[in-house]
């Protein structure tokens, strides 16, 4: 029992030596980073140019605000945080903090399950690592759901964005009384409420256009935006290309609805192999295994 201890210490401290060995390592090969760098806030996405809260913690302060900060320097987990929370809506709950503590604890609770269930440090370890992904599949279905949502709600809008630039007026207008008139308030018409404000409020065309297409994560609505862009910048009529992108889309999802419809049925012989067809044979048979058993075949 003292040797299999002395086994999982070891290769515990191998493990935690070799991680400070590549840390070490990695702060000796890069460069010294500029003041902006070092400050947390800066971290974000500069692209989008998202305020992030990971500026609140103090890695010198709670035992949490240390964790959190030590795993921030993982590469390329801020910025798939703040992804994450901003193809999320950007909601006040869950953050983009909330979801890295979320993680913290899944990977905790499956390390300790593991541990106590095996006693196992590279099974703990494991575990642990699987925890800590484990809530990336719930975030990214919620992600997933809010694009179907955007996604359904899109053809409409293109349609009346071409009836009512055909009136003369401005594509940002036409989206302004799309929005104040309809009766639903999806997200999609909460995002586009958003690039009007931003507009507003001094960003260039451009600028909020790209960040409408950024925050939703669809690539119908980026090939959207590309056109409105190629448009201003070519000075074309932007009512006979979204004419053209409606049709275009309308004829996408009846193709998608017919890829569908094809693969349901073999998709349905998943149930039909599993539950249907040995309910099946256990009520044909099961007089004849009845009867064999008893000594005859009863007829």
Request: net charge positive; proline share 4%.
């Amino acid at each position: 029992m003292s040797g299999s201890w002395f086994h999982y210490f070891l290769t515990l401290l191998a493990a935690v030596s070799a991680w400070g060995f590549f840390m070490a390592l990695r702060n000796w090969l890069s460069p010294e980073p500029d003041a902006a760098a070092t400050d947390l806030t800066q971290l974000t996405k500069k692209d989008i140019n998202v305020s992030t809260v990971f500026g609140r913690i103090n890695p010198k302060g709670s035992i949490v605000d240390r964790l959190d900060f030590l795993l921030l320097k993982i590469p390329s987990l801020e910025t798939k945080l703040e992804e994450m929370h901003l193809l999320l809506g950007r909601p006040q709950k869950p953050s983009a903090l909330n979801i890295l503590h979320l993680k913290e604890l899944c990977a905790l609770a499956f390390g300790a399950a593991a541990w106590f269930g095996t006693s196992s440090v590279v099974i703990s370890a494991a575990l642990v690592a699987l925890g800590f992904i484990f809530p990336d599949v719930f975030i990214n279905r919620k992600v997933r759901e809010r694009q179907t949502q955007i996604l359904g709600d899109f053809p409409p809008l293109v349609d009346l964005a071409a009836l009512t630039l055909e009136a003369g007026l401005d594509y940002l207008t036409a989206f302004d009384r799309i929005i104040k008139s309809s009766a639903k308030r999806g997200p999609l018409e909460m995002e586009i409420g958003t690039m009007l404000d931003e507009v507003s409020l001094g960003y260039s065309r451009r600028d909020a256009l790209t960040r409408f297409a950024r925050r939703t994560g669809v690539q119908e609505i980026r090939s959207f935006v590309s056109l409105i862009i190629q448009s201003d910048e070519l000075g074309t009529s932007l009512v006979d290309l979204l004419r053209n992108y409606a049709s275009d889309m309308r004829f996408r999802r009846l193709s998608r609805a017919e890829k569908l419809a094809a693969q349901a049925s073999t998709k349905m012989l998943i149930p039909l192999i599993i539950f249907i067809f040995p309910t099946v044979f256990i009520m044909m048979l099961s007089p004849m295994i009845k009867s064999l058993i008893s000594g005859g075949l009863g007829f």
